[in-house]
């Protein structure tokens, strides 16, 4: 775990594990998270019916087979500035275009309108066992969290175990994240 606790430092210093993940790992790894997830979700008696996922950049878990899930209404994020996204209904006829951070997002779709029964998948550069995140210093996520996070059932950070540090300093607006879940355990974040 990494000791330093200046943003830009830990972004740096989880980003640059993620990147030095390979490929054949990093896919292994997906897939683990990925069967994690579902047997959570699906264990669960109410189980959410609407999933909010976000497009994975190559060095992220990989979340593609998430948006061909049957049984969940699945929307995807469009962001048109830092503090503005919005989450938009999918389909396996959706149009994908390259949004405004290069990140594939729908084209078109209908808008999540808020539903208690939704879980976030969040990505994330490096993660605390509190459940703060550091995400990739644009702010998108964060700003929406923290006008959403009352509309959500559960906020499920995906990560590679090498994202963790020990401290991430968090601020008045930021909202964390209920678990996160890697290729080697399922982290039940601390309330405090």
């Known amino acids: 775990m990494n000791k330093p ?7 740096a210093s989880s980003l640059a594990y993620r990147e030095n993940i390979s490929n054949s790992e990093r896919l292994r ?7 994690t997830l579902l047997s959570r979700l699906q264990s669960n008696p109410n189980s959410p019916s609407h999933m909010l996922v976000y497009r994975s950049l190559p060095s992220e878990v990989n979340t593609e087979q998430l948006f061909h899930l049957q049984g969940y209404q699945i929307f995807a994020p ?4 830092h503090k503005h996204m919005e989450w938009l ?21 209908r808008l999540w309108a808020g539903n208690k029964n939704t879980v976030l998948l969040c990505p994330l ?17 964060d700003y929406w969290l923290s006008q959403h ?9 995906l990560a590679f175990s090498g994202q963790e540090v020990t401290y991430i300093p968090a601020e008045s ?20």
């Open 125 to 141: 550069a490096a993660f605390d066992r509190k459940g703060n995140r550091l995400g990739m210093g644009m702010g998108c996520f």
């Open 89 to 109: 209904f999918i389909t396996p006829k959706t149009t994908w275009m390259n949004g405004l951070f290069g990140i594939s997002e729908p084209a078109s779709g």
């Open 78 to 81: 469009v962001t048109h500035h």
């Open 149 to 157: 996070r009352h509309q959500l059932n559960q906020v499920i950070g």
């Open 29 to 35: 790894y997906s897939k683990i998270i990925t069967k």
């Open 173 to 192: 607006h930021d909202a964390p994240m209920d678990c996160i879940i890697t290729e080697k355990e399922v982290i039940e974040c601390l309330k405090v």
């Open 5 to 11: 606790t200046d943003k830009n430092t830990l972004r």
